[in-house]
């Protein structure tokens, strides 16, 4: 290069900016070289002659590498911060729930949520707290199913000192320390049917009175309710208030689980494994392409929250930087088919039979994407579209 040596230009433009990504090709292939064109910053070395396929796959590593930084230095600044929710809406049905959880955070109306243990109920109530106006204010949380019962309401409304023997301090409750936030109830319909009259009056008249107390307190609070069951069901049973249902029942919500949005367990699969890499400290760049079918595959009864703890076990345990099916080993094997392996035993179906059935169920469950079903299935879409009967080129 006239004028200038290559590894000069790279410093340069490194120094300009450093986020600039540079290839060093050069027709001297010395170990030295690469070591000084890596020290000056370039993300790769390249040596003449090389086949294009060298080439491209040195830019799709850059390419890579460069992303995986970005994601890692945004997830510690997300963790450092507690501002890491895992809200990932890429499937209709979540994309669905995500616009009416983003109009009812612009009011301040009750929400109860409802859907399967580890859906996200808690991930989707800060995410409200945090569009709402409310975002500066507390975000205060309570699992009723985790306390007795006998403490809840002192929790919830406060408690004056000598309301009871161990009572030694006035103690201000969570609807206090909420106060212009955020009180999410989780697990609602394990509360005691006794403290339910008292929540009920603060909602109606937005005053509190502590546990022992002679005063009432105002409090400007937002309630956000969640139970992984139907209240209708506590309703019937004779556990939770009817009027207190009506009361909270302004803007319900459901939470599908994850079974019933395939679309969302990749993205999912990605972002847990990058949280984990960065909680854990650990260099697990990916996950190969057999151990991801496992994943796609697997049935998830614990839904997004079971996800989660399997990821971050397999990058706790692997001595790979890459997860490998074997790295899954002490999970269980994913589920069957229960309605396939059942009509095949009332019908006796032939195996060509079961094959075309489970493609196609595999296809329903991604929503028709032919290309994500041939990737869970282990295959290419070429093979796909002959199990289905489809030609390939009139489809496209």
């Known amino acids: 290069m006239p004028g ?64 995986m930084h970005r994601e890692i230095v945004r997830l510690r600044s997300a963790v450092s911060s507690g501002d890491v929710n895992g809200l990932v809406a890429r499937s209709q ?49 309570i699992n ?19 309301a009871y023997t161990d009572a030694r301090n006035d103690r201000p409750g969570l609807f206090i320390e909420a106060t212009s936030g955020t009180l999410f109830l989780d697990e609602l319909a394990e509360m005691p049917v006794e403290t339910q009259p008292k929540l009920l009056h603060v909602l109606e008249t937005g005053k509190v009175r502590p546990l022992g107390g002679s005063s009432e307190t105002a409090v400007n609070v937002r309630i956000i309710a969640a139970t992984n069951y139907l209240l209708e069901e506590a309703l019937q049973d004779r556990r939770f208030r009817p009027d207190l249902y009506h009361r909270l029942n302004v803007i319900p919500i459901e939470i599908p689980p994850l079974r019933a949005r395939p679309e969302d367990i990749e993205p999912l699969i990605d972002l847990f494994l990058q949280r984990a890499s960065v909680k854990l400290g650990r260099s697990v760049m990916g996950i190969t392409a057999e ?29 790979h930087d890459t997860l490998l099916l074997e790295d899954f080993s002490l999970t269980p094997r994913p589920l069957e088919n229960e309605d396939l392996l059942a009509a095949v035993a009332l019908r006796e179906l032939p195996l060509a039979a079961v094959e075309s059935a489970y493609v196609q169920h595999v296809l329903d469950l991604m929503h028709g994407n032919k290309a994500r079903a041939a990737r869970v299935l282990g295959i290419d879409r070429k093979t796909l579209y002959r199990k289905l009967g489809l030609n390939e080129a009139v489809e496209e």
């Not at 929400?111 to 808690?122: A, R």
């Not at 009723?144 to 000598?162: D, H, N, W, Y």
């Open 4 to 67: 200038m040596r290559g590894l000069d230009l790279m410093r340069a433009i490194h120094t300009q900016k450093p986020s600039q990504l540079v290839l060093l090709i050069t027709a001297f292939g010395r170990i030295d070289l690469a070591v000084q064109a890596v020290r000056a910053g370039a993300c790769d070395f390249v040596t003449k002659p090389f086949p294009i396929e060298a080439l491209l796959l040195a830019i799709e590593r850059a390419f890579r590498e460069r992303q």
């Open 93 to 141: 049905a979540i994309q669905q729930v995500v616009e009416v959880v983003r109009r009812a955070a612009l009011t301040d109306s009750t929400v109860p949520l409802t859907g399967e243990s580890g859906v996200g109920k808690g991930v989707i109530a800060r995410f409200i707290h945090d569009q709402s106006r409310r975002a500066n204010a507390p975000f205060v949380q």
């Open 144 to 162: 009723c199913a985790a306390l007795p019962a006998s403490l809840v309401e002192s929790e919830l409304f406060g408690v004056r000192k000598g």
């Open 291 to 319: 151990a991801r079918r496992w994943l796609l595959s697997y049935a998830w009864p614990g839904n997004v929250r079971e996800l989660a703890n399997r990821l971050e076990r397999a990058v706790a345990l692997t001595d």
